[in-house]
């Protein structure tokens, strides 16, 4: 069974549908690429399989569970907020914002989940959390706040807080698009080490060029459907649907 | 180059004349003079100054010093632990807990206090027992002490207040931050005392500090219900020997000190909790 497994999602804020009956699959490991113009939906999916928005029909799993439910006798019970909290463990987001939590230095930051969530003793957590703001390339920064971090380094540590719960799943939602055009490389490279160390991970990005380097699949989304979807080289160098290239000739 | 050397002797003998300012000095004068002349009122003033210390360290005096400050934290305390959750419920998805807060605190910011502490003091004379059937009944009377009834008068209006400043600091934080925090596994109690509480406090704090030194005076309030804070000590004290203004003084003196501290207080508080 795939990792995640979505059908048939919908999705509507208010009258508008912003997804029109969704699915897609994403393999263990697998790296996952959502493209699509303004507005397509994709940070809207992005969020549903995290739970962090209700989906209005479809359903999703993720390791084999269903997102915001507990099956039970043969039906599926909505889960209270506490609940989805403790399935949101298994799945990582970043945010294009970054959103650190400013009142806490780059280290608590990464601490806060095993500590706070997990209820892991704090010494054994500290050294883990070393050793991911090392990997993203941040060890000197431990003790900075937030607000004295670059948008490039604030991203890796949140990364890094991701990271930090073990998660078996990560959700991007483009990490990149708020960084000044020198410090989307850092991020970038980050995140291509955690591709090549198997993290199974879905990814809203403008970044054709990662997209075509590290993604295993490309999906293509437009006004809350799948258009296109296939191998970087399939979908970006040979686009099938006029909307594809459309979209395509844009950005490249 | 010629031309440039001639330019630095020329802007060297011009000589720089301070803008003078001739109102500092006239408004300085003015302010000091009246100053004066307030002192010199109050020295010829029918006031025994020697008595006020007397009265400031009077045991009745130091008696209402401890209710007011008692009485003034009980109230302020019990404010922010029903503004907090007075501000969850107005900011809840549960229409019935919104229209609640939204009546609560039109009501409770809607009665002056002191009609409050009075409505409070005199329950008895409509409520005679205190009861829930079947539970428990206790008289009225022996529950609403004159403390207790000011206790409820100021802290049920400061709750409401409270409320509002919560709220106000719950809304001021980032939804990103809430996101965050979820997508991290935390739960809703978690989120709200980990992050958003937190961030929250420099919203809050400044208004609760402004607050907190209007409680300490509005303690006095108590007086009417004859609670012995520092303005009824003062008033006991003083039917005595009825040296009402020396007392008056000193129980002003207490005010200043208390207020002083607490500013004091809030400085730190907003120190601790500032932007990083
Ligand atoms: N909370 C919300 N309430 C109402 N409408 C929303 C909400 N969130 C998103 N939308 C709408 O849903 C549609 C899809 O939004 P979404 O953010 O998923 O698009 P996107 O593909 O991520 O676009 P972008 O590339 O601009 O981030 C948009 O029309 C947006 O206005
Ligand atoms: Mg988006």
């Given amino acids: 069974m795939a990792l995640v497994e979505a059908i048939g999602v919908r999705k509507s804020f208010g009258h508008t549908e912003v997804l029109k009956g969704i699915d897609m699959e994403v393999e263990r490991g697998e790296v996952v690429c959502l493209l699509g113009p303004s ?3 994709k940070s809207t999916f992005l969020r549903c ?3 962090l928005e209700t989906i209005d029909a479809g359903r999703i799993w993720v390791d084999g569970v269903p997102v915001g439910f507990r099956a039970s006798g043969g039906k599926l019970h909505e889960l209270r907020e506490r609940d989805a909290a403790h399935q949101r463990r298994d799945v990582g987001m970043v945010f294009q914002r970054f959103n650190l939590f400013p009142h806490r230095t780059a280290l608590e ?3 806060e989940g095993p500590v706070q969530v997990l209820g892991r003793r704090k010494a054994e957590v500290g050294a883990e959390a070393l050793a991911l703001l090392e990997r993203v390339g941040l060890a000197e920064k431990a003790s900075a706040y937030p607000g004295q971090l670059s948008g490039g380094q604030q ?5 890094a807080r991701a990271l930090a ?7 991007f939602d483009e990490p990149t698009s708020a960084l000044d055009p020198e410090l989307v490389g850092e991020v970038l490279d980050v995140m291509t080490s955690l591709a090549r160390d198997g993290m199974t991970m879905i990814v809203v990005t403008h970044e054709i060029g990662f997209a075509r380097s590290v993604a295993d699949r490309v999906v293509f989304l437009v006004d809350g459907a799948v258009v296109e979807s296939g191998t970087p080289s399939d979908v970006l160098d040979d686009p099938q649907q006029p909307r594809t290239r459309q979209f395509l000739a844009k950005v490249l | 180059m010629a031309s440039d050397t001639r330019m630095n002797d020329v802007r060297e003998e011009l000589v720089v004349v301070p803008l003078r300012h001739p109102w500092r000095w006239v408004s300085g004068t003015v302010i000091v003079l009246l100053l004066a002349a307030l002192g010199w009122a109050m020295s010829e003033a029918q006031i025994q100054w020697e008595d006020v210390p007397g009265f400031f360290t009077h045991p009745v ?3 209402g010093l401890l209710n007011t400050i008692v009485l003034a934290l009980a109230a302020q305390g019990g404010a922010i632990v029903l503004g907090v959750v007075v501000a969850l419920m107005r900011l809840s998805a549960n229409p019935v807990a919104r229209w609640f807060a939204v009546g609560y605190i039109w009501l409770f910011r809607g009665l002056p206090v002191l009609l409050q502490i009075l409505i409070w003091f005199n329950l008895a004379l409509v409520f005679q027992n205190i009861s829930i059937p079947g539970l428990f009944s206790v008289p009225t009377n022996l529950v609403m002490t004159t403390f207790v009834a000011a206790l409820l008068g100021l802290g049920l209006n400061e709750s409401a207040y409270m409320a509002e400043i919560v709220r106000a600091g719950l809304s001021s934080v980032d939804e990103g931050q809430t996101e965050a925090a979820k997508s ?3 739960t809703p109690m978690t989120t709200l005392r980990r992050v958003v509480l937190p961030q929250a406090m420099r919203v809050i704090i ?10 300490i005076k509005g303690t006095s309030m108590a007086s009417v219900i004859a609670f012995t804070e520092l303005v009824h000590a003062a008033n006991n004290i003083s039917s005595r020997n009825l040296e009402i203004m020396e007392t008056l003084f000193a129980a002003a003196a207490w005010y200043l000190v208390m207020v002083s501290i607490a500013s004091i207080g809030q400085h730190y508080l907003e120190r601790a909790y500032g932007p990083r």
């Fill in chain 2, 206 to 215: 400044p208004p609760t500090g402004n607050n907190f030194i209007n409680m």
């Fill in chain 1, 49 to 51: 399989v995290n739970h």
């Fill in chain 2, 61 to 63: 005096m130091f008696e």
């Fill in chain 1, 39 to 41: 507005g397509a939906g």
């Fill in chain 2, 184 to 186: 991290i596994g935390m």
């Fill in chain 1, 155 to 159: 991203q890796r540590v949140a990364i």
């Fill in chain 1, 165 to 171: 719960m073990k998660p078996k799943l990560m959700l």
């Fill in chain 1, 109 to 111: 930051n990464i601490m």
